[in-house]
């Protein structure tokens, strides 16, 4: 048995035993053919997952951090002499920006408020006036703040003008039902560690197969980070290019499994309940939550700091760390707010006891309750 931990930060995720469990195995070299049907496995269910045809769509795998995605689609995706445009409402389209400076990609920066959608006439224009983009960047699920951006609608717009359209779906990816060709996505992305419960270190992007053949010609800007040279060398070799995360890939074939078993519906009728479970619970409490009802990706609750002078972050998070519980920062400039996140192999029943416990906290910092707010928020 391995002490349970309850992780309300956004990633890695609360894991099941029997997905810890699978990286005990048999020491194995991954050229084997046992490891080769794993990876078959893998691509497979990963693909499946948003009802992908697996004649157009293909998963490719790399070894790093959902980071890792970002670097490589911006890197590879994009044709001589074209652009990048970036819908930026937040910090994880933000650190696409980054990205395109740190490769000297051409690129528009069109930063929005962080706590709304798009505006989508800004986007048209945008679209219309520069006929050079080639490729449109956005975050499904902003997981700073827990705005859910319509990726639908913009994709539509994107395919209107002829672009390639890549998301960030790293917070939405095995938790929300997402249609890869319904939702007018072309590539999509995910570390393991989130949606599909499992390990760190393994990251997959999700995507068209002629797009990617197609940029076997684009130029090469990254060497370890080129998707087109790892998806070329998984068809030939049915293995990734260079050393795998063994163990961690053991683990996402169990999780993979455990997701199937569970089923698209019924995950996303768990993660709505517990979020519904930390929601109730906050506003109970008397916090605020940023981002509006409406626009909220049911997954992550950013809850403003009270105007209480006992208030202390560091304080709460350590009471609640220390009875198993975890909570995380905000992630807004000159904001203070905390997250509660609905992610991992969690239900109702945690978020109940860890509201007993977080209210014990409060107490003990004496912070009064319900908090409160010198300014209506
Ligand atoms: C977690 C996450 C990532 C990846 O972050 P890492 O720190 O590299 O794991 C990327 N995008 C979004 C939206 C995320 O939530």
């Keep these: 048995m391995v002490k349970r931990n309850v ?18 195995v048999p020491d194995i070299c991954p050229r084997e053919k046992e490891f080769v ?16 045809d697996p004649f157009v769509y293909t998963a490719v795998l790399f070894c790093g951090s959902g980071t890792i995605n970002m670097d490589i689609c911006l890197n590879s995706l994009l044709p001589e002499n074209k652009k990048v445009l970036v819908i930026n409402n937040g910090a994880y389209s933000s650190r696409g920006v980054e990205i395109c400076e740190y490769y000297g990609l051409a690129h528009i920066n069109l930063k929005l408020p962080v706590d709304r959608q798009p505006d989508m006439e ?17 975050t499904h699920h902003e997981t700073g703040t827990g705005l859910l951006n319509p990726i639908r609608e913009i994709g539509e717009l994107v395919h209107k003008y002829n672009a390639v359209f890549v998301v960030d779906t790293t917070s939405t990816y095995a938790m929300r039902p997402i ?46 980070c080129n998707l087109y040279m790892q998806y070329e060398y998984f068809r030939l070799h049915g293995e990734m290019h260079f050393t795998p995360p063994v163990q961690v890939i053991y683990a996402a074939r169990q999780a993979l499994r455990e997701y199937f078993e569970e089923g698209e519906q019924a995950k996303w009728a768990r993660h709505t309940r517990v979020f519904n479970a930390i929601r109730s619970g906050l506003t ?3 916090f605020s939550i940023y981002i509006p009802e409406n626009m909220q990706s ?23 760390y220390e009875r198993g519980f975890t909570i995380y920062p905000g992630k807004v400039e000159n904001k203070g707010m905390f997250r509660l996140c609905a992610l991992g192999s969690i239900d109702e029943e945690d978020i109940k006891e860890f509201f007993v416990v977080f209210r014990e906290a409060l107490d003990n910092c004496n912070v009064s309750l319900p908090v409160k707010y010198n300014a209506k928020p």
């Excluded at 800004?122 to 956005?138: C, F, K, S, W």
């Excluded at 007018?184 to 995507?207: C, E, H, P, R, Y």
């Excluded at 049911?298 to 609640?320: I, K, M, Q, T």
């Design 122 to 138: 800004l986007l048209e224009r945008t679209l219309e006036e520069n006929p050079d983009i080639a490729l449109v960047y956005t």
């Design 37 to 52: 049907e794993i990876m078959r496995e893998l691509e497979e269910g990963l693909v499946k997952i948003v009802h992908g």
């Design 7 to 24: 992780l309300l930060n956004p990633g890695p995720a609360t894991t099941t035993d029997t997905v810890k469990m699978a990286q005990v």
């Design 179 to 224: 249609n890869i060709a319904e939702d007018n996505v072309d590539f999509l992305m995910a570390s393991a560690q989130k949606g599909i419960m499992a390990m760190t270190g393994l990251s997959f992007i999700i995507g068209r197969r002629d797009i990617i053949e197609a940029s076997g010609s684009y130029p090469k800007r990254s060497y370890y």
């Design 284 to 286: 109970a409490m008397g």
């Design 298 to 320: 049911g997954l992550v609750a950013a809850a403003l700091y009270p105007d209480d002078d006992n208030w202390s972050f560091e304080r709460v998070h350590d009471y609640c």
